[in-house]
């Protein structure tokens, strides 16, 4: 709008008022999907590469749209980040998660499980208390669950997630950082948070070319994560080549489609059971 005074409210732009209009609409789209339980997780193999074994997985959320089908989770988790409905989300996807554990307790399997947490859920959705509350209720060990934070995450607010962190970590859940060497990783944080493990963001793994070269990144922050202590996970795993220079430069995990793609719970034996068959 030029600037004409008074009369500015009159040059409404149209673009503008649409993208509104759909945010509303999906803001309510997603109450509704939270009372209708159309939020389910999928869930992705993780291979123990050192024991050459499934490990567990990764659980992804998914939503079941009644109209529009499979819905990813990044055209929602914004809008659910910004409207505070995350929080909600993932009391529900964490009681899924733990449902889950106990079948695969129940079944004799000891897969360690991890759930994505983003800002917004610490530390007023999954709090330490919530946490231990829901594996009490199941009878399942906080060892089995894994959290899965960004450093975008924890560099918001560094007390309240070193509180948060420090809490779930001495209750005996497990800490992964994920996306790790997107972000602003300094080894002085590293040091502070108490954190398990590292998940090598699948742009780094998707990058590594045969003859070596690339390959140095990724070794370097496995390097780096066994000077700490830490374990590693490789994300995005698609060509036997990656994993072959995993393997060669002593990645404990792996996870990608070259293994398996997130699955809904009915078809993870099946998955499981093709990827011992590899
Ligand atoms: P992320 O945690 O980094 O998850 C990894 C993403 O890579 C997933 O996308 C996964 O399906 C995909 N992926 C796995 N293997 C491969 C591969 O071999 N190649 C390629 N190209 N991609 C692969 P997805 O499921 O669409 O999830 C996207 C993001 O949404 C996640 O990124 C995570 O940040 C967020 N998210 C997912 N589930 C949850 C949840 O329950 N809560 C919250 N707060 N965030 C979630
Ligand atoms: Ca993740
Ligand atoms: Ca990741
Ligand atoms: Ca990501």
């Known amino acids: ?14 673009v503008l008022t649409e993208a509104a209009e759909q945010r509303r ?7 509704s999907a939270i009372r209708n339980h159309e939020f389910v997780l999928f869930y992705q193999p993780v291979v123990d590469l050192v024991n ?42 964490l009681d899924v998660a733990c449902r889950q ?23 007023d959705g999954l709090t330490p208390a919530k946490l231990q509350e829901v594996v009490q209720h199941y009878g399942i060990s906080p060892t089995r669950l894994a959290l899965e934070i960004t450093e975008g995450v924890m560099l918001r607010d560094v007390d309240k997630s070193l509180q948060w962190l420090k809490a779930v970590h001495d209750l005996g859940f497990r800490v992964y950082l994920d996306d790790f060497g997107t972000g602003y990783s300094s080894l002085s944080y590293l ?13 780094f793994v998707q990058d590594m070319c045969d003859d070596n070269n690339e390959n140095t990144l990724v070794g370097a ?17 698609e060509l036997k080549s ?37």
């Open 1 to 14: 709008a030029k600037s004409s005074g008074g009369d500015q409210h009159v040059f409404f732009n149209p």
């Open 25 to 31: 609409h999906m803001e309510s789209d997603l109450r």
């Open 52 to 93: 050459q074994r499934l490990a567990g997985a990764e659980a992804l959320i998914r939503w079941r749209h009644p109209t529009r089908g499979l819905v990813m989770p990044d055209s929602f988790i914004p809008l659910a980040e910004k409207t505070g409905l995350v929080i909600e989300m993932s009391l529900l996807m």
């Open 101 to 123: 554990l106990l079948d695969w307790k129940n079944r004799g399997l000891d897969y360690v499980l991890s759930l994505n947490v983003s800002g917004r859920q610490i530390p």
């Open 191 to 203: 040091k502070l948070f108490p954190v398990d493990t590292l998940k090598v963001d699948k742009s």
């Open 221 to 237: 922050i496995i390097a780096m994560g066994r000077s700490l202590g830490l374990d590693t996970v490789a994300e995005g795993v």
């Open 242 to 278: 990656h994993l072959v220079a995993l393997q060669r430069m002593g990645c404990h995990y792996a996870q990608g489609y070259y293994f398996s793609r997130p699955v809904p719970a009915e078809e993870f034996d099946a998955a499981a059971s093709r990827i011992t068959a590899l």
